[in-house]
């Protein structure tokens, strides 16, 4: 009997230094958090990416547009000289431009396709690059736990929990 209640009084004395460690460590818990989405918008590297981005969609949306004009022109001359046809010149005719226009739709997803890809390309090295930032700020100012900000993820917090300039700052500067 002796031995179990010193096993029992082992276990609870483990406990309470385990209740008091972890109370006494909450006390001293350095909280902070980051909005990934405005880092990403004011950062340079970011700044740049989106820039990169914008000028690409540029780019490939005048190439779509200046096919679209084109097969905008064909269809219209395609239906002036329809009258004109014999029934299997039309035929032939209407079969060429629907694989222009079946050839248009691919380019069109490839282009998406493609930018999708640049875009997450260029969103992961911001982000990573981010993480590092915040890797940085949180050994060099002791922080605990860093957390991301979203529109739902903190309803309220005291003054001076907010990094995310400072994330923005230590960016710019790597």
Wanted: include cysteine.
């Amino acid at each position: 009997m002796e031995e179990k209640m010193r096993k029992v009084l082992g276990v609870v004395a483990v406990l309470v230094l385990m209740v008091t460690g972890l109370a006494f460590s909450q006390e001293n818990a350095k909280i902070g958090y980051v909005n990934m989405k405005k880092v990403m918008n004011d950062c340079k590297a970011g700044k740049a990416a989106l820039a990169k981005l914008e000028k690409n969609a540029k780019d490939k949306q005048a190439n779509i547009d200046k096919e679209k004009k084109k097969l905008e022109s064909q269809q219209a001359d395609l239906e002036k000289k329809a009258a004109g046809m014999s029934d299997k010149e039309r035929q032939d005719k209407q079969k060429e431009f629907q694989e222009k226009v079946q050839a248009f739709q691919k380019m069109v997803g490839q282009n998406q396709q493609e930018f999708s890809e640049l875009q997450a390309e260029y969103t992961k090295k911001v982000f990573n690059d981010m993480k590092k930032a915040i890797a940085n700020i949180a050994k060099a100012d002791n922080y605990t736990i860093i957390i991301e900000k979203t529109d739902t993820s903190i309803l309220y917090s005291k003054d001076g929990l907010d990094l995310t300039e400072k994330v923005v700052e230590k960016m710019d500067s790597l």
